[in-house]
């Protein structure tokens, strides 16, 4: 049986829990979800483990692994002209975003 997001392809442009759980929702079934993370911070979710506010086991923090599972992941400068550029390249290609309005 196919996956009855198969054909759908998701940005997420988020950080911490909320937005980044639902798009592995959205992921397991069958949208492709990419995460846009800042270059030099990524998500802060990421970090909580290096706080002790998570515990990490065997080297991997399931809270953030859980929020992230089967994404694919891109780091861009939202700030710099290009990195816009490169993520409104990316928007046109994607029908979801979530936060926004639908196109």
């Not at 080297?59 to 891109?74: E, T």
């Amino acid at each position: 049986m196919d996956a009855p997001l198969a054909d759908v392809r998701v940005l997420e442009v988020a950080s911490h829990v909320f937005v980044p759980m639902a798009g592995s929702v959205l992921r397991e079934w069958g949208a492709e979800v990419i995460k846009i993370e800042d270059p030099e911070s990524g998500d802060p979710y990421r970090g909580l483990s290096t706080f002790g506010l998570h515990n990490v086991y065997r080297g991997v923090d399931p809270f953030f692994q859980s929020a992230n599972r089967g994404k694919r992941s891109v780091a861009i400068d939202l700030k710099a002209p290009g990195g816009r550029r490169l993520l409104s390249r990316l928007v046109e290609s994607a029908p979801v975003l979530p936060g926004s309005r639908s196109r």
